[in-house]
């Protein structure tokens, strides 16, 4: 009994080094690459990894400015993680975090002269986030489901959609501020705007990890996240025994959605205290980019999603502080990220793991 | 040493896959012009040493001589050109070119226009002498499941094989198939092809081979002369010493006891018609049959023919365009799968990787698949994981499934412990109905009595049990009536004594 129970032991610690192997080994030769990349640039080596991968742990404003992308990262991630599951792809988390963001400001503007207390305001402007978000999502679902569009094009095209609802509501009364010169809105109602818990980081830390919390315990514990997960290891097996198909289809986008609506939301709540054409923007490019490459490092895995978003966070503050500091260029940082989701996929390929877990 | 009268000899062949070893120093040898029996049960490693043969996996240790040449092979090719050609279970042929374009197909290298003229003459030639006919000008997607068997075999001989691998040759034949192929493969064997017949089933080694070679568990047990041998002899063989008493079509004997059918029927299907959910399915058109609690109603018919259908519009009589199904008196038309199932019913799919379980999930996500939303199982939409982990570890145990713990995941058990949790997951519940599709399709003898004793018990239980297969015996076996489909409709009922291999099987290809 004892050596049998001996050799499973050491099946599962070799389970967990083989899951594990392909993103070791991806990030080493990735970073091999980008780091020959800078030498040929004629650029310090050292200088440049000790940058790009400390800044966020060696003084305080890199630890608040990776938190302050982790936020919202966090939630670009899921919307594309969880449609993924069932392998959708969901294009449109930008879109989605864009329409919670807009729909926050309108609601939030509106209800400017009620003069509500903080512990009502700010948790119905994230419910509409999350409704506004999910709602806008489901069409790229609803669209699928019953027209077989697929979701690639849909959510892309309601990006655009979302990009100029954001414009049109910026940029027109009763929304917009009068004398910017960059497209936003009015101001928040002060009891609208998320309270700061230390620095610049406000109470969306918090709302994230219940996020997580609550997106694990949906996935890992009831029958929606069973048979999403096993929609997503066999359709065909999960039809034949009775789930239904469109509706797990329905459901990962409206999840997915009000992630990203809330993700949105925490954005103009939190960081700008109004709504500002292209809030859901770092480091030049878009969140809803991020959060695809985010999802894929760890696979869409709900449990990795934090863990792959923190890295991210790491690498893009380590990346602007590169620039600023040695003058490499941010794109080399992409690059490495880019060639990480490509070594991950291949290597899980070839060590015979799965598109998804 | 190495035989020169030998035309294929294997020395001591291994290979394993991760931990499971699939052959063990296995030695095998072919005699010029025999049809040689490769006899063993699923699993056994029958497949894997052919495949070694063909030159698709790569033999970890041991040497392959072919006519006493000692013979490398890193894929097909090579092994095409030493003159094996293999016919797989599942067809490998282009559905969308007709017979003829996949003869020809690689065939013809180094010329730039196809010559078809030629190449069809010398087709139609070894159409003739091998009695192998078939219309060459048809799409192979257009063609029943036993003749693209022939055009694979024609299409092996075309490229010259000599040496003839034929995995699982009869799995979608009826009994005049099985003596058409056998006689044709007579003639090729008078024209100097030697053959490999792998099977599990000891009856039609007996009736087709030479000689038979039995593989368990990776390791070769021997070969016998079946001129010589009896039945006997290869169960001894095949079993060792655990005994499973089989019929001479080799399928397990089973007590089916006496019992009362209930007076009411559990499920009436009156004129039933549906569209297939399946692009090129078989519509079902007016089928009306019922069945009784404590009854086996076995289906017959060729692979196709709207078995499928027949069972999807049971539990997804959503699907219905015509008729009425009722189930224990009470219409049924229009409910939704979940519904059905709340009902006391449940489905084992034929497709057991595509339908019966989530492959890449562990046997507890498959234990709960198709329970989930079962007051047992869940309370206010919170899955009750350790009922399902309990459960789970009962079906392991009860059914002695081979497997570590509850954690492993599905795909990688064999097809008999798989179907072991799928029938524990089915029996989870009491049944008042159960509809099962070919369940015991490539399991392993012990695996196929294990199926056949659950559903015999159901039977004792009460259970009305709708038991669709292609395979003849094992149909009358077990059931109390055989319904016989053919294109979507049922054609013939049989009574208990009016069991008839022939007679059965003439209604199922329209006779």
Redesign the interface.
């Known amino acids: 009994m004892a050596v049998e129970e001996k050799t499973?032991e050491e099946?599962k610690w070799q389970l967990f080094w083989n899951g594990f192997k392909p993103y070791v080994l991806a990030l080493l030769i990735a970073f091999a690459i980008s780091g020959a990349i800078i030498g040929l640039l004629g650029y310090n080596i050292p200088k440049a990894y000790q940058t790009l991968l400390f800044t966020s742990f060696t003084s305080r404003r890199g630890f608040i400015e990776t938190l302050k992308k982790f936020i919202p990262l966090t939630f670009a991630t899921y919307a594309f993680a969880i449609p993924f599951r069932i392998r959708f792809f969901n294009i449109g988390g930008w879109g989605q975090m864009l329409f919670g963001g807009a729909m926050t400001a309108i609601v939030g503007i509106a209800l400017s002269g009620f003069n509500l207390p903080a512990v009502i305001f700010i948790p119905t402007l994230l419910i509409v986030a999350m409704i506004a978000g999910a709602l806008f999502a489901v069409i790229a679902g609803f669209l699928k489901a019953y027209y077989n569009i697929n979701p690639i094009i849909s959510t892309i095209m309601l990006n655009f959609i979302a990009f100029y609802f954001v414009n049109f509501i910026a940029t027109n009364e009763p929304w917009k501020a009068p004398l910017s010169g960059h497209p936003m809105t009015l101001r928040l109602p002060e009891a609208a705007i998320l309270p700061k818990l230390f620095g610049q980081i406000h109470l969306g830390i918090v709302v994230v990890g219940i996020a997580i919390f609550a997106i694990y315990f949906l996935m890992n514990?009831?029958?929606?996240?069973?048979?999403i997960?096993?929609t997503g290891?066999?359709p065909?097996?999960?039809s034949?025994?009775?789930?239904?198909m469109k509706r797990t289809l329905m459901i990962t986008f409206l999840i997915a959605g009000a992630m990203g609506g809330l993700g949105g939301g925490i954005e103009v709540m939190g960081v700008h205290s109004r709504l500002i054409e292209g809030f859901a923007l770092t480091s030049g490019a878009q969140y809803g980019i991020f959060g695809i490459l985010t999802a894929l490092i760890c696979q869409g895995n709900p449990l990795g999603v934090p863990i792959s978003a923190l890295f991210i966070s790491i690498l893009l503050v380590g990346a602007d502080a590169m620039q600023r500091t040695l003058q490499v260029p941010v794109e080399l940082v992409f690059l490495t990220q880019a060639i990480i989701v490509l070594l991950i996929v291949i290597l899980r390929r070839k060590a015979g793991g799965?598109f998804i877990? | 040493m190495t035989n020169k009268n030998k035309v294929l000899e294997t020395k001591n062949i291994s290979k394993s896959f991760g931990s499971v070893q699939a052959l063990d120093k296995v030695n095998f040898d072919l005699n010029e012009g025999e049809i040689h029996g490769l006899l063993g049960e699923n699993g056994a490693g029958k497949s894997t040493l052919m495949n070694v043969l063909y030159g698709l996996y790569k033999e970890d240790e041991g040497e392959i001589y072919i006519r006493g040449e000692k013979v490398e092979f890193n894929s097909p090719i090579d092994s095409i050109k030493k003159g094996i050609g293999m016919i797989h279970q599942s067809s490998t042929l282009v559905p969308e070119f007709t017979a003829l374009e996949n003869l020809i197909l690689g065939t013809e290298g180094n010329k730039m226009t196809l010559e078809l003229k030629d190449s069809e003459q010398k087709i139609l030639e070894l159409q003739e002498d091998f009695g192998l006919k078939f219309p060459l000008n048809v799409k192979v997607k257009n063609l029943p499941a036993g003749i693209k068997q022939k055009v694979e075999i024609i299409r092996a001989i075309y490229r010259g094989a000599n040496i003839l691998i034929l995995d699982e040759p009869t799995t979608s034949l009826v009994a005049e198939e099985f003596e058409q192929l056998l006689k044709s493969l007579k003639k090729m064997v008078n024209n100097g092809v030697t053959i490999v017949f792998i099977t599990h089933k000891i009856k039609e080694v007996l009736q087709a081979c030479d000689r038979a070679s039995v593989l368990t568990g990776g390791v070769m047990q021997g070969t016998l002369n079946t001129k010589k041998a009896s039945k006997d002899d290869l169960v001894k063989l095949m079993f060792g010493t655990h005994e499973i008493d089989i019929t001479e079509s080799a399928i397990p004997i089973i007590d089916v006891p006496e019992v009362e059918k209930s007076k009411e029927p559990i499920l009436t299907l009156n004129n039933i018609s549906a569209k297939s959910k399946e692009k090129d399915g078989t519509d079902l058109k007016s089928v009306t049959f019922d069945i009784y609690g404590a009854e086996i109603l076995g289906i017959a018919g060729i692979s196709g023919n709207g078995q499928k259908e027949l069972a999807e519009v049971i539990?997804d009589p959503n699907n219905i365009t015509e008729g009425e199904i009722s189930l224990k008196g009470e219409k049924i038309n229009g409910i939704?799968?979940?519904k059905v199932?709340s009902k006391n019913v449940t489905?084992i799919?034929e497709d057991r990787k595509?339908?019966?379980?989530?492959?890449?999930?562990n046997i507890k996500?498959n234990v709960?698949?198709?329970h989930?939303?079962e007051k047992k199982y869940?309370s206010s939409?919170?899955?009750k994981?350790d009922k399902v982990k309990q459960d789970a570890k009962n079906i392991i145990k009860e059914y002695q499934v081979k497997t570590?713990?509850e954690n492993k995941r599905i795909g990688k058990l064999s097809g008999g412990n798989i179907q072991r949790v799928v029938i524990g997951r089915a029996l989870l519940n009491d049944l008042d109905l159960l509809v099962t599709h070919s369940p015991t399709a490539g399991l392993d003898m012990a695996s196929v009595e294990f199926v056949f004793k659950r559903l015999v018990e159901l039977r004792s239980k009460g259970t009305a049990v709708l038991y669709i297969n292609e395979d003849l015996d094992e149909l009358m076996e077990v059931s109390d009536r055989i319904g016989v489909i053919h294109e979507g409709k049922i054609v013939d009922i049989f009574e208990k004594d009016q069991f008839d291999k022939y007679k059965i099987g003439s209604k199922m290809i329209g006779g």
């Open positions: 499973i099946t514990r009831t029958v929606l996240g069973y048979e997960k096993a290891l066999n065909d097996a999960s034949v025994y009775g789930i239904k799965s877990e | 539990i939704t799968t979940n199932f489905y799919p595509k339908e019966s379980i989530l492959g890449l999930g996500d709960l698949l198709g989930q939303r869940q939409g919170i899955v994981w570590p713990d």
